[in-house]
């Protein structure tokens, strides 16, 4: 691009072109890469606990058998707590599945409980983790009524230890059908219920 400016001291007084340099912005990679790439993920990112376990105090609030105290906190149990749910580190490699579900009763000398079913899921988790979204946003819509059991899912890696993804959920707080479907089509190895809170106390004389 080039600038006209008046020659002096000549007779024609003919008009010579000055080039005019401007400047130039050059732009890295990595910021043009940031310019062009999607923003970084917002949920954080879980923390691995030891183990899976469905009776820490923030499971069984999630499971809505424990209620929160007063101060909306978590209410304390026997079991440690664990940590939030979130993303999936990118070095976590699971290789199994913990699910824990409510709906089952047990029945002992002290009366009635309502527990949790904690269960191993084993084969192929890639459909499963297709489904985890990195970001997930609350469901829209609203929960018509009883909806369907509430499920916390861990993933389990070889050494034993886990985390709690965020997993899609319907408006009632329940795992989506096809997330459902997904964990049924894994193989069950083991599975085991656990007393929570007793319900009817033995004696109690029925309504």
Not at 55 to 75: C, H
Not at 113 to 138: F, H, K, M, S, Y
Request: aromatic share 2%; proline share 11%.
């Amino acid at each position: 691009m080039t600038a006209r400016a008046r020659a002096g001291g000549g007779r024609s007084g003919r008009a010579v072109a000055v080039p005019v340099l401007l400047p130039v912005l050059v732009l890295g990679p990595a910021l043009l890469a940031g310019c062009a790439g999607s923003p970084e993920p917002t949920t954080p990112v879980a923390r691995v606990a030891s183990q899976a376990d469905c009776l820490a105090p923030q499971v069984l609030s999630a499971l809505e058998l424990v209620p929160a105290s007063t101060d909306g906190k978590v209410r304390r149990t026997a079991h440690p707590d664990v940590p939030a749910a979130g993303r999936i580190p990118d070095d976590f490699m699971p290789e199994s599945v913990v699910t824990c579900t409510t709906g089952e009763r047990l029945r002992d000398a002290s009366g009635t409980w309502a527990a949790v079913t904690q269960a191993r899921l084993e084969g192929d988790l890639g459909p499963l983790l297709a489904l985890i979204d990195r970001n997930r946003t609350e469901p829209a819509g609203t929960c018509g009524g009883e909806g369907p059991t509430r499920t916390v899912v861990w993933l389990v890696d070889a050494l034993g230890r886990a985390v709690r993804p965020l997993v899609p959920v319907d408006p009632c707080g329940a795992p989506t059908q096809e997330v459902r479907d997904t964990l049924a089509a894994l193989d069950g190895t083991d599975s085991t219920d656990y007393p929570v809170e007793l319900l009817v106390p033995r004696g109690t004389p029925r309504s």
